[in-house]
Each structure stands twice: as C-alpha cells, then as structure tokens.
C-alpha cells in the first residue's frame, strides 16, 4: 500500500509547472533528449534523498530550516535569473541550424542544474517533510527495516515516470517547432524561470 502511495505522490509531485520542469524541457528543447532525461534522472534521484531525509529526520531529529530560509532563497533567486537570462540570450543566437548545437553531450550541466535548483528551493523541503508528516501520521510509514527506503524510492520512481513521459513528448514533437517559434519558446521560459526567481525573492519580505 505504501509503495502505490509513495508512486502517486512522486507522480503528481513531479507535474505542476515549476523551475525544474520548466529546466527540464529547456534541456530537452535546446539540447537534446538525453540532457532532458539526465535532468529527470537527477530529479528523481534527488526526490529520493530529499524524502528520506524528511523520513529520517520525522524519526530521529528535529529539522529547523527557518533561520537559513532566507539565505536560501536569496541563492534561488540568483540562479532562476541567471538561468532564465541564459535561455533569452541563448534564444537570440539561435540560427536555422541552431538544432546542431545540441552534439555533445554535457552531462554536468542538466545534473548541476537539477542539483542548485533543488538545493536553494525551500518550498521543495517543506513540500517531503509533509510528505513524511502525512505518511508516517497515518502509519503509512514505519520506521522499520527497510520500508523508509522502499517509500522514498517508490516515489523517486513516481517522479520519474513522469519525467520520462515529459521528455519524450517535448524529444518526439520537437521537430516540428520552427526555429522562430523555438526562440519565442526559449524566451518565454526564460521569462518564467525570472518570474519565479523574482517571486521567491518577494517571499523573503513577506
């Protein structure tokens, strides 16, 4: 029961539109399918520490993020403007064959990305740490043996199928994108990573 559970919360966690979906499908559209499906597998797989640790921390300590919360958002708004001012700029220097450029393989990137973005997101911390809350209230999850483990990994695989799913629509439909079109998209992400950047800086205030 416990394993369904932890695959629909991965599942549904995963596809609300946010900063890493939308560097996701940037991955994906300015470079290639694996750079899309390498950002999906590091999101899982940091899915994966982020419950366990909420887990762990639900059985055995207590976990205070309040005094780093602005410090940490200050370092998320910083890296959603930078990322997002890369896609506009990138989008001014695509040309026709700009689809050419996505060649080599750089697997750094899309794992840094997916690793800064997740680091510096407190909303992504409190978000399993109610997860753990939720499963462990309703004795979903026990701190038992090897069941923790089993829970985050079965939603670690919920959110990785749906990243699976995304990257492979955006990788199949790609091509029939115009260039034009490709660099309105570009920027229109760009604008949205900024739009998020700028709001969680606003949340430092409030």
């Known amino acids: 029961m416990f394993v369904l559970f932890g695959l629909l ?20 559209l300015k470079r290639d399918y694996s750079h899309g499906l390498l950002a999906g597998i590091m999101t899982s797989v940091m899915d994966f520490v982020y419950c366990l640790i909420a887990l762990v921390g639900f059985f055995h300590v207590s976990i205070n993020l309040e005094p780093y919360l602005p410090v940490m958002k200050g370092f998320a708004t910083v890296l959603l403007v930078i990322i997002g001012c890369r896609l506009i ?40 740490i109610a997860v753990a ?8 999850v026990t701190n038992r043996g090897w069941i923790p483990i089993v829970f985050a990994i079965s939603c670690s695989l919920g959110s990785l199928l749906w990243y699976l799913i ?13 260039v034009s079109a ?17 709001y969680t800086c606003a949340t430092i205030f409030l």
Request: overall charge positive; hydrophobic content about 50%.
């Open 166 to 178: 995304l990257v492979r629509y955006v990788s199949k439909h790609q091509h029939r994108i115009r």
């Open 89 to 128: 700029k990138q989008s001014k220097k695509m040309e026709n064959s700009a689809v050419q450029e996505k060649q080599v393989i750089k697997p750094t990137r899309p794992i840094f990305g997916v690793f800064a973005l997740y680091i510096s997101n407190p909303t992504l911390y409190a978000f399993w």
């Open 133 to 140: 809350g939720t499963a462990t209230a309703h004795h979903l």
């Open 9 to 28: 919360i991965g599942f549904a966690a995963a596809i609300p539109l946010g900063p890493v979906n939308v560097f996701v499908i940037s991955q994906t």
């Open 182 to 198: 490709f660099k309105k998209l570009l920027v229109v992400m760009g604008i949205a990573l900024i739009c998020f950047g700028l």
